[in-house]
């Protein structure tokens, strides 16, 4: 499955098979979507948008804390898309 393929991967070998996997998780994916009457371009491009929206957010933040995305760490990062997340939530509440 797709777990072993991305471990083969990592390891340097069988980039393929990760190519392959995840081309049957797309394909499913779609097909999920489809048997949902949800159409799969269109529910794509929603969370696109809602991630360009996040980002802007966390580069806000982080640009109201005086700090570039490019000098936060994995971590820092991490804790600002958590706060970015949290602020769009509200938004919708």
Same mark, same amino acid.
């Given at each position: 499955? @797709?777990?072993?393929? +991305?471990?083969?991967?990592?390891?340097?070998?069988?980039?393929?098979?990760?190519?392959?996997? &995840?081309?049957? @998780? @797309?394909?499913? =994916?779609?097909?999920?979507?489809?048997?949902?009457?949800?159409?799969?371009?269109?529910?794509?491009?929603?969370?696109?948008?809602?991630? &360009?929206?996040?980002?802007? +957010?966390?580069?806000?933040?982080?640009?109201?804390?005086?700090?570039?995305?490019?000098? +936060?760490?994995?971590?820092?990062?991490?804790?600002?898309?958590?706060?970015?997340?949290?602020?769009?939530? =509200?938004?919708?509440?």
């Amino acid at each position: 499955g @797709l777990r072993e393929a +991305l471990a083969l991967c990592a390891s340097g070998d069988a980039p393929g098979d990760v190519s392959e996997e &995840i081309g049957d @998780l @797309l394909f499913s =994916a779609v097909s999920l979507s489809r048997s949902s009457k949800v159409h799969p371009e269109l529910a794509l491009t929603a969370a696109t948008e809602k991630f &360009i929206r996040r980002f802007e +957010l966390m580069e806000a933040l982080a640009g109201r804390d005086g700090r570039a995305l490019e000098s +936060l760490s994995p971590d820092e990062m991490g804790n600002y898309w958590k706060m970015a997340k949290g602020q769009a939530g =509200a938004a919708r509440a």
